[in-house]
C-alpha cells in the first residue's frame, strides 16, 4: 500500500453562508498522479487554494507528511514543499527562459532579496537551470526571452521553474487549458515525464489528458466529493455520468 503524503480530513469553505467545499476527505499517495476533475464550480480550485492556504479553511485539516499544515501561512507551506502552478501562466515575460529557472532555484542561496549583487553571482546557478529546461524540452530556448514562447511552451516553462523550487508535492491548476491539440499533447508527455519520482495532484477539464495520465480521480460536485478510483471506476459511476451529461451536454467521460 503506498504511502499517504497529503490528506484532507472534513475540509471545508464556506463565504458568508454558501458552502463552497464541504467535508472533502482527500488522500494523495506519494509517486502517484492525482486528479480532482468535476463541472463547473464543483469546487476544485478553491481546494487548491485551502491546500495552498490562499484561502483558510472554515473547517477540517490539512496533513502533508503526517504534520497538521492547516494553520500555517502559504510560505511556510511552499517551504515544506508543497509548490503549485496556476491557470495563468506565471513567469517574467522580459528575462530569458534560462533567467525565469535561475530566478527559482535562487530560493537556495539565500539571496533573494540582495538587490546589490552582480547578476554574474547567478551564473553558477546556469548549469541545474539548464539541467530543469533540458527535462521540459526547453534547452533549445534558454537564451530566448520568455514572452516570445509559444503557449504550450510557456506553461513548460512554468513546469520547469515549479521543479526548480523542488517540489515534495506539485499542484497543477488547468495544464493544459486554452491548448490547442498539439500543445495539450505536448504538456500532458511533459507531465508524464516530470512525474517519474514525484507526486502530482492536479486540477483537470481534459477527459483525453485525465485518462491518459491520472492514477487516482476524485470527482468533485458542488463542493463535495462525488466519487474516487481509477479512470475506468469513475467512468462508469452512474452519478459521475450524470454530472457530467447534465453540465457538459452529453460530453463523455
Given amino acids: 500500500m503506498q504511502e499517504t503524503i497529503l490528506k484532507t480530513i472534513g475540509l471545508g469553505k464556506t463565504f458568508k453562508g454558501f458552502s463552497a467545499v464541504t467535508d472533502v476527505n482527500l488522500e494523495v499517495a506519494r509517486g502517484s498522479i492525482h486528479t480532482l476533475i468535476g463541472p463547473n464550480g464543483a469546487g476544485k480550485t478553491t481546494c487548491f487554494n485551502l491546500l495552498t492556504k490562499f ?12 504534520i497538521d499544515i492547516t494553520r500555517e501561512a502559504p510560505a511556510e507551506i511552499a517551504r515544506r514543499g508543497v509548490i503549485r ?3 495563468i501562466s506565471a513567469i517574467f515575460p ?9 530566478i527559482a532555484l535562487q530560493r537556495n542561496l539565500g539571496t533573494e ?3 546589490w549583487k552582480s547578476g554574474r553571482s547567478l551564473e553558477r546557478l546556469n548549469s541545474r537551470a539548464m539541467g530543469f529546461l533540458e527535462e521540459v524540452g526547453l ?3 534558454a537564451n530566448e526571452d520568455a514572452v516570445s514562447l509559444a503557449y504550450g511552451r ?3 516553462l512554468e513546469i520547469a521553474t515549479t521543479l526548480a523550487m523542488e517540489p515534495e508535492l506539485m499542484l497543477l491548476d488547468e495544464p493544459t487549458q486554452g491548448m490547442g491539440h498539439e500543445d495539450v499533447e505536448r504538456v500532458t508527455e511533459l507531465i508524464k515525464r516530470v512525474a517519474k519520482g514525484r507526486t502530482i495532484l492536479m486540477v483537470e477539464h481534459n ?3 485525465v485518462a491518459s495520465i491520472a492514477d487516482t480521480i476524485t470527482v468533485l460536485q458542488r463542493g463535495e466529493v462525488l466519487a474516487e478510483g481509477s479512470y475506468g471506476e469513475v467512468s462508469r459511476n452512474p452519478l459521475v455520468m450524470e454530472a457530467y451529461m447534465g453540465s457538459h451536454r452529453g460530453e463523455a467521460l
Fill in 55 to 66: 484561502l483558510e479553511p472554515s473547517s477540517g485539516q490539512i496533513l502533508f507528511n503526517g
Fill in 85 to 87: 502552478s496556476f491557470q
Fill in 94 to 102: 522580459n528575462l530569458t527562459v534560462l533567467e525565469n529557472v535561475r
Fill in 113 to 115: 532579496l540582495h538587490f
Fill in 139 to 141: 534547452a533549445d530556448f
Fill in 154 to 156: 510557456k506553461r513548460a
Fill in 207 to 209: 477527459m483525453k489528458v
